[in-house]
């Protein structure tokens, strides 16, 4: 996978969380996805940077243009140095919240891109990626 | 120098002392003053220095909190507020006071002879000054902070109107991020707005309203459900396609809820239930 271009943010505040979406909707529509799949990946990102802000403490979004075998896709990685996921299955487990959310994020954030990999253990942090792909 | 004796040297040269603080007043302010802007700037300033001629016959420049001092310190406080609300700089609401230091300082200068007791006199006098300075600085801070916060207040209600738009139906248009902030707005006017207008449907419109993730979804739920609770059921409109897939895949159910894609078939539902529609036909006047 080669990465073309990469943008990062640093998430301290619910405004960044709004400026992650923005430059996820950006870096959507420079690759000139649907409207469908522009919706999903804002949203799956709304939802992590969320999770980066209140779980995570705050971390860095950051957001790349990828290409593999002439495929175009959107990357989107947050990371933080929080307490960390003791129980990853749990977390992703819907309607599962430490917290007073809905306990569909991270899950929903799975099911809204092509790829997901989570990295966490406690005490070191949280590592979220996910890629969506352009519609061929 | 005692302060009595101060306070009747304010009072033999009280109008000479005023002209010259208030001819530096103009000067600092630096910008063209308006004949009514020049009147209350006289106003305020000989009311000051009467109110500091009087506090001085009971109360020392450096003991601040004495009774003799609370009128003063009330009208700076009060004169800081009108600066602020007037849209005075910061600087030429500290240069009201500041300002006084020069013409009053060429005054003691030819009173007192003996320099060791003029410069006591005038590190005191200055030293009191620049307390009352720095009250008048927090009070115009406090006043712009609470300016601020009032219009911040304002631009909430006003970005979340909830209108009436038919007997017993009301109406709200969200546009842009729900934060928590807002939407905790949103939902008290909407829940006070059902009360008020016994309204027995409310069309919660997110067309502006461009990501709904789980935070948006929950906030709407909520609203939803407290709306039910004081006998009002809600629509949700402007539920475009691309939305209702995401929140299916987010695994939000909103199955309890009435949703629309457009207002106007969220009207058109309301309508019906209310006993009302829309009916098509000739305009009154043919
Ligand atoms: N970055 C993170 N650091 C630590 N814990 C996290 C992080 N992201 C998610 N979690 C945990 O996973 C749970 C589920 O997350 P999510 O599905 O987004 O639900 P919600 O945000 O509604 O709680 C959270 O309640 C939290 O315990
Ligand atoms: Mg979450």
Redesign the pocket.
């Known amino acids: 996978m080669q990465v073309q271009s990469s943008q990062s943010i640093s998430v301290r505040t619910s405004e960044d969380v709004v400026a992650v979406r923005q430059l996820v909707r950006k870096g959507s529509l420079l690759l000139g996805f649907t409207i469908v799949d522009q919706t999903k990946i804002v949203t799956a990102s709304s939802?992590?940077a969320?999770?980066?802000l209140?779980?995570?403490?705050g971390?860095v979004a950051i957001v790349e243009i990828v290409q593999n075998g002439g495929r175009s896709g959107l990357r989107l990685t947050?990371e933080?140095q929080?307490?960390?996921?003791p129980d990853i299955e749990?977390?992703?487990r819907?309607g599962?919240?430490?917290?007073?959310?809905?306990?569909?994020?991270?899950?929903?954030?799975k099911r809204l891109s092509h790829d997901f990999e989570i990295d966490?253990a406690p005490g070191k942090?949280?590592r979220?990626s996910i890629v969506r792909w352009k519609a061929l | 120098m005692p302060t009595s004796q101060l306070a009747r040297l304010l009072q033999n040269s009280f109008d000479q002392l005023l002209a010259e603080w208030k001819s530096s007043q103009f000067a600092t302010v630096g910008r063209r003053l308006s004949a009514s802007d020049e009147n209350t700037l006289s106003a305020n300033s000989r009311e000051f220095l009467t109110l500091f001629r009087q506090g001085l016959e009971t109360a020392e420049v450096q003991d601040q909190q004495a009774p003799g001092w609370a009128p003063i310190r009330e009208f700076l406080v009060a004169l800081s507020a009108s600066r602020a609300k007037e849209g005075y700089t910061p600087s030429e609401t500290a240069s009201f006071v500041f300002s006084l230091k020069e013409p009053l300082f060429k005054l003691l200068s030819g009173e007192i002879k003996d320099p060791v007791e003029l410069n006591r006199e005038i590190w005191n006098l200055s030293r009191g000054l620049d307390r009352f300075g720095l009250l008048t600085m927090e009070a115009y801070q406090k006043s712009r902070e609470e300016i601020i916060a009032r219009q911040q207040r304002e631009m909430l209600e006003l970005s979340t109107p909830v209108v009436r738009i038919w007997d017993n139906i009301l109406a709200v248009p969200l546009i842009g991020t729900l934060d928590s902030n807002r939407t905790q707005v949103i939902m008290e006017s909407l829940l006070e707005a059902i009360v008020s207008t016994r309204s027995d449907i409310a069309i919660i419109d997110i067309t502006g309203v461009p990501t709904v993730d789980?935070?948006v979804a929950?906030h709407l739920l909520k609203t939803v459900a407290a709306a039910r609770l004081m006998g009002a059921d809600c629509i949700i409109s402007g539920v475009r396609p691309q939305i209702a897939q995401t929140i299916i895949h987010l695994g939000v159910d909103l199955s309890a809820v009435t949703t629309k894609a457009t207002l106007a078939g969220a009207l058109q539902v309301a309508l019906q239930r209310t006993g009302a529609a829309i009916v098509k036909g000739h305009g009154a006047g043919r």
């Open positions: 939802e992590l969320r999770n980066l209140i779980y995570g403490g971390g947050f933080d929080g307490p960390g996921i749990l977390a992703l819907d599962y919240s430490s917290g007073t959310g809905m306990g569909l994020g991270l899950g929903g954030a966490s942090g949280t979220v | 789980t935070l929950q």
